[in-house]
């Protein structure tokens, strides 16, 4: 089974169409539904997760939200939430970066992710990790000059900051709860899935797509895929949208195509360098 990220409630189109979010608030997300029609339920249902599965899902939703008001984040504010899949590589490994072709699907575990903008230029991170279900956290600046710290599980959120900051000049923080039921080394990912929700949580709170540079670099769904990679490889992406270190490994843009282009059961062939659809 595959299924593309959301933000919920989804609107048609593309991943990277989507835009605006409904105005649903922390009180509402943090409430398990008892029969009534509920957004983010109805959400997950229409994207392809049978009813069990979009009940799993929408109970971790609820720990993130509920995580954000034990964080002191206003229960009544509006929040944006986004379902985010692992990836599934059917065939075709380590070709991405090589230009080869891979038959990709995305995965029905990934990341719950409820986010709220602040009005400074931070982003504070609430996660937790492992089967111990240890809380964690970060208090990331908004800044083209932010450090990553290198091997330490913030470090991905923080190239993502760091490049859009230098491409999209971003000043809005945000308040992130992730929940998370990818299992751990499975090779589903999740590093690249952290990149496509942190680009779709600060493209939201900083409206990048409504920008004249990303309508003028990015046009087309399988650009922003690509653009996807080089932020965690560091390369550029035209002249417009200049690289960086990345995470300090280079791949390709494989994962984040599967992530940001899965539809319900289907597989779909890619070619890559440029990032190609092939059916």
Not at 114 to 119: F, S
Not at 158 to 187: K, T, Y
Request: hydrophobic fraction near 40%; glycine fraction near 10%.
């Amino acid at each position: 089974a595959c299924y593309r990220p959301l933000a919920l409630p989804a609107l048609q189109g593309m991943a990277s169409d989507i835009v605006e979010v409904s105005r649903l608030t922390l009180t509402a997300l943090a409430t398990q539904p008892s029969g009534e029609p509920d957004v983010v339920s109805d959400g997950l249902l229409a994207a392809g997760l049978s009813s069990q599965l979009a009940a799993e899902k929408r109970r971790m939703f609820q720990l993130a939200a509920e995580r954000l008001i034990d964080e002191g984040v206003g229960r009544e504010g509006a929040v944006a939430a986004y379902w985010v899949p692992g990836r599934i590589e059917v065939s075709g490994k380590h070709t991405d970066y090589a230009g080869g072709r891979s038959l990709l699907c995305a995965s029905s575990r990934g990341f719950a992710v409820v986010a709220t903008q602040r009005p400074d230029a931070i982003c504070r991170i609430f996660t937790q990790l492992g089967l111990s279900r240890e809380r964690m956290e970060t208090s990331l600046t908004v800044s083209p000059d932010l450090e990553p710290q290198q091997g330490h599980w913030s470090a991905y959120p923080a190239v993502v900051i760091r490049r859009l900051a230098r491409n999209f000049s971003l000043e809005g923080g945000a308040d992130i709860a992730v929940e998370c039921d990818l299992p751990e080394s499975s090779g589903m990912s999740s590093s690249s899935a952290v990149v496509c929700y942190m680009w779709m949580v600060l493209a939201d709170r900083n409206r990048i797509r409504e920008s004249e540079k990303f309508r003028e670099s990015l046009q087309t769904p399988l650009k922003l895929f690509t653009y996807l990679g080089f932020i965690e490889n560091g390369q550029d992406c035209g002249v417009e949208l200049p690289g960086d270190k990345g995470v300090g490994t280079f791949g390709g843009s494989e994962d984040h195509t599967a992530i940001m282009s899965s539809e319900a059961s289907t597989l779909k062939m890619f070619s890559y360098c440029p990032t190609t659809y092939e059916g």
